[in-house]
């Protein structure tokens, strides 16, 4: 999402992540030192500048705020600001965050979903699920009070952390950027697990599009893989590559596959001690397609294989031991499979290992060749 801190009345940019940087149109290295309006054409610069003037003059934060530009561009901009008070009240910096049109639809969307849904069950301990009218006050009122609870606060805090990491705020020991990136960690661990349950209510309540096209089974492995890659040597493990029949082409939505095999080359990394390895397949009988994700980790226990594509559970127990996430990945991707009429299934040996299959429908051009 992009992001940027400024300072001064003149808005001179300070930090630009990536993403900032990609909107703006520039590289990286050409935004210090210089004013956020200069970045971007004249009327979404000026347009940007009159939104920081107000926060920068008002020291106030101004959350969810459309951009007042004639460009299509910027109208369908809504930014965030939050400033860094100095001495006496006064505005040293602010923090800005900029949402671009589709972004935010689709992750409000999620947000008014997950509150839909945790309102309604309240309602329905209460009775009162058939009460049309009282649901809907009450979910109108609920979901107003959840629009900004999620990311928004989230997305501050990281900013927040950058700032004083750069050391705007005074001198910064080594001792301080090892706890500021603890910080960060864990920051960007909550935003995760935020979007883990937003993609759960979102599978869960069938408003997924899927964009099903032909794709080359071992072409999918070879890139989820790739995504991952760094990920398998900094564990200390060994990839062994992707195997199998080279021209097998399944019927799928390529991105959702991609998620899939990610979440389950994520688990193989998770539950593989350092030394072992992790492998993936694809194969094709009459009508289907396989692509197997296998590690020679922990295993699973033979009464737990299929209680783990249950929401919410995790191959260990109790909070202490948990791998990150809060099981809902298998539980999604499962869906996920089963909604493009695949599946999602495991084979384990505890002690061994364990293999994922995803199964999908082969291309009906791939069977008749």
């Known amino acids: 999402m992009p992001f940027a801190i400024t300072r001064g009345a003149e808005h001179t940019l300070v930090y630009t992540n990536s993403a900032f940087c990609r909107l703006a149109g520039i590289a990286d290295v050409e935004a210090p030192g210089v004013p956020i309006a200069t970045v971007f054409p004249a009327t979404e610069g000026a347009a940007l500048s009159a939104f920081l ?28 600001a939050w400033p860094v008070i100095a001495d006496k009240g006064r505005v040293e910096a602010l923090s800005i965050e900029i949402h671009e049109s589709s972004p935010l639809d689709a992750s409000l969307e999620l947000q008014r979903q997950v509150a839909e849904q945790m309102l309604l069950g309240a309602l329905r301990e209460r ?5 049309a009218e009282a649901a809907d006050r009450a979910k109108t009122a609920f979901l107003r009070a959840m629009s900004h609870e999620l990311r928004t606060p989230l997305n501050a805090i990281g900013g927040y952390i950058d700032l004083l990491d750069m050391g705007l705020r005074g001198p910064v020991t080594e001792n301080q950027h090892s706890d500021f990136a603890r910080v960060r960690t864990n920051q960007q661990h909550l935003a995760a697990l935020i979007t883990e349950i937003l993609n759960f209510a979102r599978v869960g309540s069938g408003s997924v599009f899927y964009a099903v096209s032909d794709i080359n089974a071992c072409d999918a492995l070879r890139h989820a893989s790739e995504l991952i890659e760094p990920l398998i040597a900094q564990a200390g493990l060994a990839f062994d590559g992707v195997s199998g029949d080279s ?12 998620q899939i095999l990610v979440n389950l080359l994520s688990n193989a990394i998770k539950f593989t001690p350092s030394g072992g390895h992790i492998s993936a397949e694809c194969a094709a009988v009459d009508d289907t397609v396989t692509l197997s994700i296998s590690d020679t980790g922990l295993g699973i226990a033979a009464e737990k294989l299929e209680t783990i594509f249950e929401p919410f559970v995790q191959l260990k127990e109790g909070l202490s031991d948990r791998e990150g996430g809060i099981g809902l990945g298998l539980s999604i991707s499962r869906d996920l499979a089963r909604a493009m009429k695949g599946d999602l299934t495991v084979e384990s040996t505890e002690g061994k290992g364990t293999r994922f299959t995803l199964s999908l429908p082969r291309a009906s051009e791939d069977q008749k060749a």
């Open 53 to 80: 003037d107000q926060a920068f003059r008002d020291g106030i934060e101004l959350l969810d705020k459309s951009i007042d530009a004639s460009t299509e561009r910027a109208s369908g901009w809504r930014c965030n």
């Open 127 to 131: 009775g009162l699920a058939d009460d």
């Open 247 to 258: 021209t097998i082409v399944a019927s799928a939505d390529p991105e959702k596959v991609t």
